[in-house]
């Protein structure tokens, strides 16, 4: 059975930092690539970042300098650090895996996390 389980997400104040992580399971974690998206109310699900299984990270212009995606293959787990984090970073966060290379297209990515709430107040 396939899993992504996201975790980490809250409410926090403007500044601060946050850590999601996404554990997946019933798929062979290093050969994916992982990707972390996310859906402001009544907005399109946009792309945050991606690292496929060479360790090359892609990054949105609007968290550039901001976000980090990583991944542990031992783990089978992918991180999104979220430093300085801004009201505009309010939404929920999803992960996602396909297999195959980088793409930001959401709809190239074949399985999907429940989602973790992320909160930024002002």
């Known amino acids: 059975q396939v899993q992504l389980v996201e975790s980490g997400g809250g409410l926090v104040q403007a500044g601060d930092s946050l850590t999601l992580s996404c554990v997946v399971s019933?798929?062979?974690?290093?050969?994916?690539?992982m990707g972390w998206f996310r859906q402001a109310p009544g907005k399109e699900r946009d792309f945050v970042a991606s690292?496929?299984?060479?360790?090359?990270?892609t990054t949105a212009d609007s968290v550039k300098g901001r976000f980090t995606i990583s991944r542990v293959n031992v783990k089978k787990t992918v991180y999104l650090k979220m430093d300085s984090l801004k009201p505009e970073d309010t939404g929920v966060y999803y992960c996602?895996?396909?297999?195959?290379?980088?793409?930001?297209?959401?709809?190239?990515?074949?399985?999907w996390g429940q989602g973790t709430q992320v909160t930024v107040s002002s």
């Open positions: 996602a895996a396909r297999r195959g290379l980088y793409t930001p297209a959401s709809s190239s990515y074949d399985y």
């Open positions: 019933g798929l062979p974690f290093s050969t994916l690539t």
């Open positions: 690292i496929p299984s060479n360790y090359i990270t």
